[in-house]
Every structure is written in structure tokens, then in C-alpha cells.
């Protein structure tokens, strides 16, 4: 009797546990081969590749030699130099096992998840995730102080493909906070990552304040970027007499190819008074003045 009561008691304390403890993915391990190729003394490409020719996935990223445990750079100058070294991040470690001649490698490489990292990242909303996502995560090395990070900064429940996005495009707490001070609006984070991509850094932000344009939200900020917007540029045409053109108009300017030098060409012709939306017109359709009324 006692035996059974002790075995109904354990069957409960599975059953609660199961209930209580984080939800992570069975682990297993990846497979693939590698490449590389020394940059310098310092640096060397590595590019991995996992399944078959038919479908298969590849990794490449060049990065400092330190981040490899246990790489001899003298013998990879070597040749026919056997090797075995480890990349540990905090989704977890690749083996790689093969041979280097003259600064070039190739082999197999073996990649585990690291099962504190699945349970961080389950505590952050993110459960049951593949060894093929973690092993995307390891590759962008999105660890779980930056996902920790991320939510703290208001950006939680993300997609993974936009946590990746922001961690290869460089979307730091430092950054949304530096924005968040000038007052950008709209920071979301495919904006952020479109902010990163064009160059929208806080200095260029900070230029267009001093010249007058506050709180802007971030897609007039990328577009201005894309199209050549500079701070030179708005100045050059508060210079002829242009100041505060609408954001909007500006990029149509550049676009268009409204330059400084084209305005002065205009105001050379006696048209001094000539507004942006005429300027445009007369870029528009190849005319260097406005239609004088016909007598």
C-alpha cells in the first residue's frame, strides 16, 4: 500500500514538474563542414555549411582570431596542418576538426546548443526552439543578455528572424535610447533596423535638429538618408533663400535632382522668386525657367 501511495506521490511530482519547468527543444547536434581563410595576423573568414548540396544553409562572417579556442595561426601556415579548435558563444559551441595549407582550411565542424541558453531564452518568451534556430541564433550570436536587453528597452515578443535582423544589423539598447532622447518617433524594430541599414546614426539626427527639423519619426529619417539628405545639402539651400523646406520636398529635391547649383542656374535666368514645387516642375520637365504667360 505504502509502495503504491509513494508511486501515485512520484507520478504527481513528474507531472508538476513537467507543468512548471521551461519548455525547451530536445537537444541534438548539427553537422556541416567549413572553411577558412586567414585575413591577417589578427583576423580569418570562416564559412560553414550544414545539409545537402540540394538544400543546405551557409554561414560566413569574418572575426577575430582570439574568438577561437584552441586555433594555432602558426601551424595554419603551415601544410597539411591537422587542427581542431572551438567557437563558444552563448547559444552554445562549435568543434571543428580538419587541416590548413598556406592560411587556408577546410573540414567538419559539430555544433551543440547550450542547454542554459535554451532555458534563458525560454524565460524570455522564447520556447521550443530548434537546434536549426539556435543554431541561427549562434551564428548571428544573439545571446540572451541582448534578447534580455532588447526587452527591457520596450521590445519584447519579437519575432526571432527580427531579433536576428537587429543583432547582425547592429540595433543596440544604446542606440534606441540614444534616439529616444532626440525624440525620433515611430521606433519600431523593422525601423530601427532600416535606421541601421541607411545610416541614420544619432549625429546625423543631431545635425538636422540643429537646423531646425525636430521630431521626426524614423521613415522620414530613412528616406532623407536614402535620398541624400544631408545636413550640407539643407544648409546650401537655407543659403539661396529655401529654409525649412518640408521634409517631404526635400527627398522629391533630391530625387529629382534639384541641386544647389541647378537653383542658382535658375536665379541666374531672373527667376529668383522661383518656389520648390516650380523648381521641381522645371527639373521635372527638362525646362530651366518657368512658362512666361502667352500675349
Same mark, same amino acid.
Given at each position: ?49 550544414? @545539409? ?7 554561414? @560566413? ?8 579556442? @584552441? ?49 534563458? =531564452? ?9 537546434? &536549426? ?45 540614444? =534616439?529616444?532622447?532626440? /525624440? ?32 521626426? &519619426? ?13 545636413? @550640407? ?19 522629391? =529635391?533630391? %530625387? ?27 527639373? %521635372?520637365?527638362? /525646362? ?8
Amino acid at each position: 500500500m505504502l509502495q503504491r501511495m509513494l508511486l501515485v506521490i512520484l507520478a504527481d511530482v513528474v507531472i508538476v514538474a513537467s507543468v512548471f519547468m521551461p519548455q525547451v527543444s530536445a537537444q541534438s547536434e548539427i553537422l556541416g563542414d567549413w572553411e577558412a581563410k586567414l585575413e591577417d595576423s589578427a583576423r580569418i573568414n570562416l564559412n560553414l555549411r550544414t @545539409g545537402s548540396w540540394g538544400r543546405s544553409s551557409n554561414w @560566413g562572417h569574418t572575426m577575430p582570431l582570439a574568438d577561437l579556442r @584552441g586555433f594555432d595561426a602558426a601551424a595554419a601556415q603551415g601544410t597539411d596542418s591537422r587542427v581542431r579548435f572551438e567557437l563558444a558563444r552563448d547559444a552554445g559551441t562549435a568543434v571543428f576538426e580538419g587541416q590548413f595549407t598556406a592560411g587556408k582550411g577546410s573540414g567538419a565542424f559539430r555544433f551543440t546548443p547550450n542547454p542554459e541558453y535554451l532555458v534563458g =531564452m525560454s524565460a524570455l518568451g522564447y520556447s521550443g526552439l530548434s537546434t &536549426d534556430k539556435v543554431f541561427s541564433l549562434f551564428g548571428c550570436d544573439v545571446t540572451s543578455t541582448y534578447v534580455r536587453e532588447l526587452n527591457d528597452a520596450g521590445y519584447s515578443n519579437l519575432k526571432l528572424d527580427q531579433v536576428i535582423a537587429m543583432r547582425i544589423h547592429g540595433v543596440t539598447p544604446e542606440m534606441v535610447k540614444g =534616439m529616444r532622447e532626440l /525624440r525620433v518617433e515611430d521606433l519600431t524594430a523593422d525601423s530601427l533596423i532600416a535606421m541601421r541599414i541607411h545610416g541614420v546614426s544619432t549625429d546625423y539626427v543631431r545635425e538636422l535638429i540643429s537646423l531646425g527639423y525636430n521630431r521626426l &519619426d524614423a521613415d522620414q529619417l530613412v528616406a532623407m538618408r536614402i535620398h541624400g539628405v544631408t545636413a @550640407g545639402y539643407v544648409r546650401e539651400l537655407s543659403g539661396l533663400g529655401y529654409k525649412q523646406v518640408d521634409t517631404e520636398k526635400l527627398v522629391a =529635391m533630391r %530625387i529629382h535632382g534639384v541641386s544647389p547649383d541647378f537653383i542658382r542656374e535658375v536665379h541666374n535666368q531672373g527667376y529668383k522668386d522661383a518656389s520648390v514645387d516650380d523648381l521641381l516642375s522645371m527639373r %521635372i520637365h527638362g /525646362r530651366r525657367g518657368r512658362s512666361r504667360p502667352t500675349v
